[in-house]
């Protein structure tokens, strides 16, 4: 088959500066590819610098975009529907509501080719949004279920929203996937920071404010340990200001350390010698974080919103989201527990491998289009 990625920023997702989409994309696409089929990820020019044309046999298509935060994905997208009109595709994938919002184009003006849409999450509760902003992103929603072919929700959370608030039958349940960690990583990332194995805790996200790695930071400084808090994170050029708000924030303890962004083996590293994983974001899709700690064998110490509580199956431990007491509260508790951790962290890592490596993950996408296609 021949399909095209569209919504996202760019592939691979270090050199994109993206999140969760991004890595989302480059996975499936690399594993389709390598099962044969021809795939296309319509790519944005900051998140190409290098004018690359494949990537791991992933055809890269860079068009322009008018980067401000309003502007930026939803022009992107157009120019990209414009441009896949006129390509010999079968698929046409579509990545987030807010994308979705123009799948009526290849609807009416492609009719041979069959669209799909990946609801991520529900981006208008992202604080960063304004009023309009939000409404459009709603209206996102609706579309997300109402122009494609297939609806795929990442969560159930979202597949049951979908079906309550728009009777949706055709939103198809297939989770965010996630590598086996079989590696055993080395330790000389952590010596860069000043970490020893096992005697840290570490949050993982962009710099965004419905993350709340304010949160993580001010629940930690008020625990006695002698761990640390290690933040792995990084803020994108519209997200500058609440960046340098986490810096300042993270300033004053010793205990809480900066890594800014990592990627590669470093990363891999830093999250295997981890104690734990926190995240206290306030909206989340199916957390790619929360996954890759558990793949790690890790405990994910988590805000209790329904997406996080979905995917953990009892081996995290969660917390009332926003209430920072609460989060002390449970890092003071499990910094005495080590033997519940540890034993948190092995299931952890057993949920992963029986529903969601990205192998199965993608085998249950390539099905999905290979249905649409007989039809």
Sequence with gaps: MRIAMLGC?????????????????????VRLVERGHHVSVYTRPYANPDHKTSWKG????????????????????????MHV????????????????TLAWIPRLFKPRAKVVVTFHSRDRFHEKWGMIARAYLAF??????????????????????????????????IPNGVEIVDTVYGTSALKKFGLTPNNYFYTLSRFVPHKAVEDVIQAFKKVETDKKLLIIGWADESERVYGEKI????????????????TGEALEQLMSHAYAMVTASRSEGLSIAVLEAM???????????????????????????GDIDALRDTLQWL????????????????????????DSVVIRIEHVYQELCKK
């Design 85 to 100: 009109l006129f390509q010999d595709v079968d698929i046409i994938h579509y990545h987030g509501v807010g994308p979705s």
């Design 140 to 173: 996102g929603e609706w579309t997300a279920v109402t122009f494609p072919h297939v609806t795929i929700a990442v969560s159930h959370v979202i597949r049951v929203f979908c079906k309550k608030m728009y009777n949706a039958d055709h939103v198809l349940y």
């Design 335 to 358: 910094c005495g527990d080590e033997i519940l951790v540890r034993e948190r962290g092995e299931r952890a890592r057993g949920v992963i491998k029986k529903l969601y490596s990205w």
């Design 9 to 29: 920023k760019g592939i691979p997702g270090f050199a994109s500066k993206g999140g969760g989409v991004e890595t989302h994309v480059e996975k499936l696409s």
């Design 247 to 262: 810096e300042r924030m993270a300033q004053g303890d010793p205990r809480v350390v900066l890594a800014g962004r990592q």
């Design 295 to 321: 793949s790690h064998g890790k405990m994910a110490v988590m805000s209790d919103i329904p997406e996080n509580l979905e995917v953990v199956d009892h081996s995290g431990v969660s917390f009332k989201t």
């Design 58 to 81: 992933v055809q890269l298509i860079t068009l322009p975009t008018i980067r401000t935060k309003n502007l930026d994905a939803i022009v992107s997208t157009f120019l990209a529907t």
